[in-house]
Nanobody, 124 residues
């Protein structure tokens, strides 16, 4: 079992930055691929970014490529999402997720554990 707790969300103006953190419990964190997803009101949850167990591979949704960076610190059992040049359309609840599979995947159904989410609001 892995428990995930997100933090770092908030209200920011367009063009600003935020860094989300996701702290994981459990000794097997370093073996999991990790992902960030988001869900805006009235929309389905969508993939944002993912990272392999050792940080060697990263993947991004086209909508955030070049603006967001995913990283992880296995010594701290934490994964991060640095979000720059934020836009109002980035407003959503952001979720951290863990995938026990060795592959890095981008679909919600692939992930086994989920956090409760953190709200990100970008004002225009």
């Amino acid at each position: 079992q892995v428990q995930l707790v997100e933090s770092g969300g908030g209200l920011v103006q367009a063009g600003g930055s935020l860094r989300l953190s996701c702290a994981a419990s459990g000794r097997t964190f370093s073996s999991y691929a990790m992902g960030w997803f988001r869900q805006a009101p009235g929309k389905e949850r969508e993939f944002v970014a993912a990272i392999s167990w050792n940080g060697g591979s990263t993947y991004y949704a086209d909508s955030v490529k070049g603006r967001f960076t995913i990283s992880r610190d296995n010594a701290k059992n934490t994964v991060y999402l640095q979000m720059n040049s934020l836009k109002p359309e980035d407003t959503a609840i952001y979720y951290c997720a863990a995938d026990r599979d060795i592959l890095v995947r981008t679909t919600t159904r692939a992930y086994d554990y989920w956090g409760q989410g953190t709200q990100v609001t970008v004002s225009s």
